[in-house]
């Protein structure tokens, strides 16, 4: 089937710099005194690729306008010190963060220590990565030791874990600088960032917009340019959504290639940790770092082939891409419809072999994700009862009566909807009804993309139905809300990477994201085909915000972590401005990832 074609990449041109008339971004592409190409790129994300091919990048680069590798060989050849990297980021964290809210706490005080060890171990080569002393923004939901993780919800909200994420120690270990902890909707659960106790984070592109979620701290950390890097979580897109909304890289890798060891579960069978920067080099330079074989985590897979980096040719020559019809039709935008288009177009230039197929099922895939999804979190979040760590009710009679009510004091409304969904789906009766259909779905969901994998190398398909909504719109229509996820959920239920590539804005000046998923252990196909696919594009430049552009009165809205709700015994430091904070002495969670088979079992007790 012949794919339509597109025109507004040549649009773009022909508007925006050729003529020098306003671009369809609204700005105008000629600033006094300044190149129109680099105004162009700002305005609309596009480079004039036909006089320059990729952009170059010069030496008056702001260190954050720098991607997390282009930063990293800085420092190498100590063009830049680890200590003024940190400066550039706290710096832009300090002008924008009051409005965006990306981050719930910042480590400041550990992050100038490490950054003077990270130094000392990179001149003395003990330490010799690519991202060796690059600053990192970390999920809230991801264990650091000794640093405050909160899930963005109350009843985590004085947690410090005792060890760290496996991740997170795989970063440390290759020189990163924690540069704090990043909002999310709570537990992960949800697709605009709106659902964390701590207030909503906006979108850089537009602040009254969402940034997507649940990693909508993580995203808007990197498009802002306030770190160069972050680490998100992906349970149905919640790495690959909030990328595509916020104009950024954002992967999700095969469930078992990176260890789930210290990540708060939420659905344990879907799960996953993965990196998020500004374009592809990075993001597979990151997973290089990130993947590992963990005995702590039972469902970590010991890979062999976790050179991600050698994926990173220019040449799709050849590659076989599918793009599934039945996620072209009704509720998708017709922008990014065109998107999705443009970008198979631009691959079927570089000689791969783009078509359109009927994958099926596609319809099923919300039900079943809702259901196991609900199942497993009710099964994971019952650890949370106001005893071990987090949030306890000021009054309450009896033990029965301080469950019940830390956990209903403690939760959001999100939150509580996924537990009683998912206990209702679990409870006896309707168990074969909801849970094992749901199962059931699932492996018939996997068995459509083993057959589609048969006949291609990649899928080639949108992130997110529409570009971002705005703040305030979603929460209102949950179920409305988990259409958006149409998209992204089915990769999860069927354990493939899949990788978020921005490809261009739409004429409200929003970024369009587009999905490409592979096989099971076939991250490097899309790696290959998401960098082509960003030559071919060019630099997307990241939106340019500044202090003023933001407001910041509703950004601090609701609690904020580490706030006093009791006066248990244990001090720490955490907030996000690094204040000592009261905490239950002896914080720990389960340190071993549930099973994906949790709340299965649980129905068994
Ligand atoms: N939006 C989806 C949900 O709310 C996905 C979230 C995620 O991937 N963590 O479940």
Known sequence: MRLRRRSRRSWCRRQCCETKRPCRCGRMPLAAGRD???????????????????????????ITELTALELGRKIKSKEISVREALDASYQRIDALDEGLNSFVTLDRERAYARADMVQTQIEDGSITGPL????????????????????????????????????????????????????????????????????????????????????????????????????????????????????????????????????????????????????????AAILEMIASHDKKDSTSVARTDCDFTSALVDDVKGLRVGIPSDYLGEGLDDEVRQAVLDTADALRQKGAVVEEFDLSLVEYAIPAYYVIASAEASSNLSRFDGVKYGYRSA????????????????????????????????????????????????ALIKQSFDRAFEKYDIILAPASPTTAPELGKSLSDPLKMYLGDIYTISVNLAGLPGISVPCCLDSKGLPIGVQMIGDCFHEKAILRAAYAYEQARGRFAMPGITAGACDKSEAKAGIRPGSNYDTTAGTHVGGKHGTAVEAHAGNTVPAAPSAPNAAAEQEGE
């Open 132 to 283: 060796a002393g690059v600053p990192v923004a970390i999920k809230d939901n991801l264990c650091t030791k000794g640093l405050l993780t909160t899930c963005s919800s109350k009843i985590l909200y004085n947690f410090v874990p005792t060890y760290s994420a496996e991740a997170v120690l795989n970063l440390e270990k290759a020189g990163a600088v924690i540069l704090g902890k990043t909002n999310m909707d709570e537990f992960a659960m949800g697709s605009t960032t709106e659902t964390s106790a701590f207030g909503p984070t906006k979108n850089p592109w537009n602040t009254g917009h969402v940034p997507g979620g649940s990693s909508g701290g993580s995203c808007v950390a990197v498009a802002a340019e306030e770190a160069p890097y972050a680490l998100g979580s992906d349970t149905g897109g919640s790495i690959r959504q909030p990328s595509s909304f916020c104009g950024v890289v954002g992967m999700k890798p095969t469930y078992g290639t990176v260890s789930r060891y210290g990540l708060i579960a939420y659905g344990s069978s879907l799960d996953q940790i993965g990196p998020i920067a500004k374009d592809v080099s990075d993001c």
């Open 36 to 62: 129109w190409r680099s105004v162009c790129v700002k305005a609309c994300g596009y480079q004039a690729q036909e006089e320059t091919g990729i952009q170059e990048r010069d030496d008056e680069m702001q």
């Open 395 to 442: 009054e309450y009679e009896g033990l029965h009566n301080m469950y019940k009510k830390s956990r209903s004091e403690g939760f959001g409304e999100e939150v509580k909807r996924r537990i009683m969904l998912g206990s209702f789906v679990l409870s006896s009766g309707y168990y074969d009804a909801y849970y094992l259909k749901a199962l059931r779905t699932k």
